[in-house]
């Protein structure tokens, strides 16, 4: 069996996929941002990118958004637990 690791910074594009990621968690939790229930093509628009599903997949996956049957994502109580413990770092 080969050691298969994965890379520290994996990239699509020019844009390093995690930064994708916490950002759009960010997003999905800044108490000053309304409203709290966004569509996927609105976080692309967003975030500038072209492919939100993407970005948006692996955060639903781990359970930190749901996602409602009509497509509108918002974060769960473990999201909002997450930023609270490191706090919205840019």
Known sequence: MQDESIPENLTRGDRNVGDMERDALY?????????????????????????????????????????TSDGFVFATPAAYHLVGLVGHVA
């Open 27 to 67: 997003l999905l939790t800044d108490p000053g941002r309304q409203p709290p229930l966004w569509s996927v093509p609105d976080i692309g628009r967003e975030l500038a990118y072209f492919d939100p599903e993407f970005v948006i997949d692996p955060l639903l996956r781990v359970g930190l958004i749901y996602k």
